[in-house]
């Protein structure tokens, strides 16, 4: 019995030894046998612009006014901007142009220096309104309309495209062209062949409508001749990966 276990245990024993010896050869032979060459990788961006002319206009401007009270004051605003809106309607705009912004009234305060106390005076009363121009042509009879019936404070004036998306996806192509075609100048430096890329990704940017920042004086004295809109560039952004 005891020669019949030593036995077994003998056989175990050389299993062990055998499973250890051939562990050990595959070692041996995975640690010296040529790691495999590394894929070069190709990352490429392509950027691209159009440019267009605006074809709408915002143009946002409003009434402050003054008074005893909180209720004379905002009266003063509310009938100045009603015939504000009226003016402009009559040049054609559309009633679902023209958009309050904001209307806000507040405390006017008098500061005593001798007492170091400040008190109610009076009050004021502001609406703002935004115009959407989508004749570029009218965009300074607005402005002058809406300041000769009362306007007295302007923020800005921006000139943007109605439907920008044709505009994009030109702009789209353009930019995976030109991304290609910087892949394939790397390529061709490196002794290396393209095949489809990888991965391709559409980098957000946002294409901001062009600003035109007036005073309130130049807004008094502007007129259709005096209002540039000039053209909007839209950028696109494409990722390459090889």
Same mark, same amino acid.
């Given at each position: 019995m &005891?020669?019949?276990?030593?036995? %077994?245990?003998l056989i175990v024993i050389g299993l062990l030894f055998v499973n250890a010896f051939i562990f050990s050869l595959w070692r041996a032979e995975a640690s010296s046998a040529p790691a495999?060459?590394?894929k070069t990788e190709i990352n490429v961006k392509g950027i691209a612009s159009v440019f267009a002319e605006p074809d709408i206009a915002v143009v946002t401007f409003g009434v402050l006014s003054e008074d005893i009270s909180a209720d004379a004051a905002y009266s003063k605003t509310s009938s100045k901007i009603n015939k504000i809106i009226d003016a402009i309607r009559k040049l054609g705009i559309d009633s679902? +142009?023209? &958009?309050t912004l904001r209307i806000s009234v507040y405390p006017?305060?008098?500061? $005593? &220096? +001798? +007492? $170091?106390? !400040?008190?109610?005076?009076?009050?004021?009363? !502001?609406? +703002?309104?935004? %115009?959407? %121009?989508r004749n570029i042509s009218q965009v300074g009879k607005v402005v002058d309309i809406a300041f000769k019936n009362g306007a007295n404070t302007f923020s800005d004036l921006r000139f943007d495209i109605s439907n920008v998306a044709p505009y994009y996806n030109q702009a789209l192509a353009k930019a995976l062209e030109n991304a290609k075609e910087k892949a394939n100048v790397l390529a061709k430096g490196l002794g290396i062949s393209l095949g489809k890329p990888r991965i391709v990704n559409e980098n957000i940017y946002v294409n901001a409508p062009l600003i035109v920042y007036k005073t309130q004086e130049m807004a008094l004295s502007a007129s259709s001749s005096q209002v540039q809109a000039g053209t909007i560039e839209i950028k696109a952004e494409v990722t390459l990966t090889y």
């Open positions: &005891k020669t019949k276990r030593l036995k %077994v245990m495999s060459q590394s679902k +142009d023209i &958009k006017k305060y008098s500061y $005593n &220096k +001798d +007492d $170091n106390a !400040s008190k109610i005076i009076g009050f004021y009363a !502001s609406t +703002d309104l935004t %115009v959407t %121009v």
